[in-house]
C-alpha cells in the first residue's frame, strides 16, 4: 500500500511540475516571458537613413533576453528624432548614430526608463 501512495505522490509532483513548465513555455513564445512581459507582435522599425550623422554611440546594454527586447530597445531608440539606431542583441549593444545630438544622458534615461540597464556609453 505505501508504495502505492509513493507512487501517486510522486505523479503528483511531476504532474505540477510539468503544468508549470508548460504555462510557462506558451507564455514564452507568446512573447510574455518573464524577461520583458510584452506581447511578440511588435513589428521593428527600419533605422532611418541619415543625411549627416554628428555622432556615434555605441550603448552597452544588460537585461535583453530575447528578441522582443532587441525590438523594444531598436524602436525606442528609432523614435528619437534624428537618431538612427541599430540594436545588436546577442552582443548586448546599441550603435547609435544622430544627426541631431542627443545627451547621452537622454539616451540612458529612456533605456532605463524601459526596465534594462545602460552599462556604458562610448562614442566618438
Not at 4 to 10: C, F, K, L, R, Y
Not at 99 to 107: A, N, P, Q, R, V
Request: charged fraction near 20%; glycine fraction near 10%.
Amino acid at each position: 500500500m505505501s508504495s502505492v501512495i509513493s507512487n501517486a505522490v510522486i505523479i503528483l509532483l511531476l504532474a505540477v511540475i510539468l503544468f508549470f513548465s508548460v504555462k510557462s513555455t506558451i507564455a514564452h513564445f507568446k512573447g510574455q516571458g518573464s524577461c520583458c512581459g510584452g506581447g511578440g507582435s511588435d513589428v521593428k522599425t527600419k533605422p532611418k537613413k541619415l543625411k549627416n550623422s554628428i555622432a556615434t554611440r555605441v550603448v552597452r546594454i544588460e537585461g535583453m533576453h530575447c528578441e522582443h527586447c532587441y525590438t523594444r530597445v531598436s524602436n525606442l531608440l528609432n523614435s528619437m528624432e534624428g537618431v538612427s539606431a541599430v540594436v545588436k542583441g546577442g552582443k548586448g549593444i546599441a550603435v547609435v548614430r544622430m544627426e541631431k545630438l542627443h545627451s547621452d544622458e537622454e539616451i540612458e534615461q529612456a533605456i532605463t526608463d524601459m526596465g534594462y540597464s545602460v552599462l556604458s556609453i562610448s562614442g566618438k
